[in-house]
């Protein structure tokens, strides 16, 4: 039922910052917990971040905190991910991804998935 339209990726320097959007298309987007994953070429998909329906918590891989940070926007049905201080390391395809249980830290289980966008960091 839930739909999501990604955007903000791009090629970036090593160093710089990306700002990724995700809308949903329902109306039932503040009752979601939502997250960011991404998948490098010939790599498992990883994740990212989640935050629950309120934007109250969050969760981060370790390999991001501190340089990435998500958050919402419930009256614009839309998620966000600021990523600053960005490496090659972190080039992938972005996804965005939607689910209505409960926000719990360490689950990382999704029900619906954007299309995802390329995010690409030269050195």
């Known amino acids: 039922q839930v739909q999501l339209v990604e955007s903000g990726g791009g090629l970036v320097q090593a160093g710089g910052s990306l700002r990724l959007s995700c809308v949903a298309s329902g109306p039932t987007f503040s009752r979601y917990r939502m997250g960011w994953f991404r998948q490098a070429p010939g790599k498992e998909r990883e994740f990212v971040g989640g935050?629950?329906?309120?934007?109250?918590?969050?969760d981060y891989a370790d390999s991001v905190k501190g340089r990435f940070t998500i958050s919402r926007d419930n009256a614009e049905s839309t998620v966000y991910l600021q990523m600053n201080d960005l490496k090659p390391e972190d080039t992938a395809v972005y996804y965005c991804?939607?689910?209505?249980?409960?926000?719990?830290?360490?689950?990382?289980?999704?029900?619906?998935w954007g299309q995802g966008t390329q995010v690409t960091v030269s050195s």
């Open positions: 991804a939607a689910a209505s249980g409960l926000f719990s830290p360490g689950r990382h289980d999704y029900d619906y």
């Open positions: 935050i629950s329906w309120s934007g109250s918590r969050t």
